[in-house]
T-cell receptor, first 115, second 114 residues
């Protein structure tokens, strides 16, 4: 079975400071990993994904994530946070050995960027 | 916008009502999904369709009835719902069921059951 953990319910950061949102996963094989962001009253927007290759993945809006197989982590990062980055962030994992395109989502981390 | 639209955006219904949620994708995808997002709970996958065929029903109660007439449209028919069914219902689509395909989400329908 696949699972995802986002250990922080909320992350507070000052504008201009680095932002990190943590994610750890559990799958039986090599994972496919995704990050999505949800703004108020909106659906989930795709940010980036890791399938294979370079462990550092760059995505939309200046976000990047680093895949660490030994620590089973896929933390989302942004070097300099903006107030507009305040939103709910979801990490998701898929086990490519399982049938279908079933994503398992973490519980979400609310990011609050203060001016 | 992601290319996935949902209507209505908000819906209030009584427990005896029958209503339907609609999802339409303009991405040329073949797979479509219904998710339920409740407060303080992870997203729950409800149904998956691939080329109009249902491939997954994640133990969803029969008061939720999906319909996929073609690869671009997905419906969720609702009847005799319970207050605990109040949630944000999200539709998503992907090219197909290959694991590396990204799922793109609609804005959701906020459902309140009185």
């Amino acid at each position: 079975a696949q699972s995802v953990a986002q250990p922080e319910d909320q992350v507070n950061v000052a504008e201009g400071n680095p932002l990190t949102v943590k994610c750890t996963y559990s799958v039986s094989g090599n994972p496919y990993l995704f990050w999505y962001v949800q703004y108020p009253n909106r659906g989930l927007q795709f940010l980036l994904k890791y399938i294979t290759g370079d462990n550092l993945v760059k995505g939309s809006y200046g976000f990047e994530a680093e895949f660490n197989k030994s620590q089973t982590s896929f933390h989302l990062k942004k070097p300099s946070a903006l107030v507009s980055d305040s939103a709910l962030y979801f990490c998701a994992v898929r086990d490519p050995g399982a049938a279908g395109n079933k994503l398992t989502f973490g519980g979400g981390t609310r990011v609050l960027v203060k001016p | 916008e992601t290319g996935v639209t949902q209507t209505p955006r908000h819906l209030v219904m009584g427990m005896t009502n029958k209503k339907s949620l609609k999802c339409e994708q303009h991405l040329g995808h073949n797979a479509m999904y219904w998710y339920k997002q409740s407060a303080k709970k992870p997203l729950e996958l409800m149904f998956v369709y691939n080329f109009k065929e249902q491939t997954e029903n994640n133990s969803v109660p029969s008061r939720f009835s999906p319909e996929c007439p073609n690869s671009s449209h997905l419906f969720l028919h609702l009847h005799t719902l319970q207050p605990e069914d109040s949630a944000l219902y999200l539709c998503a689509s992907s090219q197909d069921l290959a694991g590396l395909d990204t799922q793109y989400f609609g804005p959701g329908t906020r459902l309140t059951v009185l």
